[in-house]
Nanobody
Framework: QVQLVESGGGLVQPGESLRLSCAASELTFSSYTMAWFRQDPGKERTLVAAITWIDRRTYYADSVKGRFTISRDNAKSTLYLQMNSLKPEDTAAYYC?????????????????WGQGTQVTVSS
C-alpha cells in the first residue's frame, strides 16, 4: 500500500524558515511527478510547487516564487519543500501528492496518491 508521510511542519514567526519532508513507501518514487499542495480550512486545496520525474522541471505558485524551493531525493524516496521568508499567509495544512505522468497539473484530482498533511503556522 502506497504511503506518503509528511513531516517538518510547525509554528514559526514571520521571516523564519521551515523544511517540509515527504517520505514515500511502496511507490516507485523516481517514476512519479511529486507536488506540494496547501489548504486553509474552508478553502480549496491549491498547488504550491511540483517537480517532474524525468527532467525535474519545477513549478511554483506565484505567491511562493523566490521563497520556496522544491527538491527530491530519489535514493531516499523523499520530497522536500524548503520554505524561507515565511509569511502569515503561508499558514495552511501542506500536503504531498504524486502522479505518474511527467507533467505538472494544478488540478488536485489529477494526483493519485496523497499524504495526510502537516500544519504550518506562521504567526508572531
Amino acid at each position: 500500500q502506497v504511503q506518503l508521510v509528511e513531516s517538518g511542519g510547525g509554528l514559526v514567526q514571520p521571516g523564519e524558515s521551515l523544511r517540509l519532508s515527504c517520505a514515500a513507501s511502496e511507490l516507485t518514487f523516481s517514476s512519479y511527478t511529486m507536488a506540494w499542495f496547501r489548504q486553509d480550512p474552508g478553502k480549496e486545496r491549491t498547488l504550491v510547487a511540483a517537480i517532474t520525474w524525468i527532467d525535474r522541471r519545477t513549478y511554483y505558485a506565484d505567491s511562493v516564487k523566490g521563497r520556496f524551493t522544491i527538491s527530491r531525493d530519489n535514493a531516499k524516496s523523499t520530497l522536500y519543500l524548503q520554505m524561507n521568508s515565511l509569511k502569515p499567509e503561508d499558514t495552511a495544512a501542506y500536503y504531498c501528492a504524486a502522479r505518474r505522468q511527467n507533467t505538472i497539473e494544478t488540478t488536485r484530482e489529477l494526483y493519485v496518491y496523497w499524504g495526510q498533511g502537516t500544519q504550518v503556522t506562521v504567526s508572531s
